[in-house]
């Protein structure tokens, strides 16, 4: 059974910075893409940014050049760096890994900030 794990949210200052983690664990075959997304109070979940395995990455307009995606898949882990935060950040962050061709979900961690 294929667990995905997130950690490093919590609470910051606009301007902070956080950083995510995602790790992936489990009957692994083999991790593909993995990807952050988020949702907020009464919004439907969005796509952040992803990476495919080999290291091509995608971002939501909203978060270019303020947020990096990166990956280490010796480990099966996958990292956000959010610098420059907003208030409009504020979300449960969920990662995604897509096992094989199934996607699997994190339960998600709470990233607030306050202005």
């Known amino acids: 059974q294929v667990h995905v794990v997130e950690s490093g949210g919590g609470l910051v200052q606009a301007g902070g910075s956080l950083s995510l983690s995602c790790a992936v664990s489990?009957?692994?075959?083999?991790?593909?893409?993995m990807g952050w997304y988020r949702q907020a109070p009464g919004k439907q979940r969005e796509l952040v940014a992803d990476?495919?395995?080999?290291?091509?990455?995608n971002y939501a307009d909203s978060v270019k050049g303020r947020f990096t995606i990166s990956r280490d898949n010796a480990k099966n882990t996958v990292y956000l760096q959010m610098n420059s935060l907003k208030p409009e950040d504020t979300a449960v962050y969920y990662c995604l890994a897509v096992v094989g061709s199934i996607d699997s979900w994190g339960q998600g961690t709470q990233v607030t900030v306050s202005s």
């Open positions: 489990g009957g692994i075959f083999r991790v593909n893409a």
């Open positions: 990476i495919t395995r080999w290291g091509t990455t």
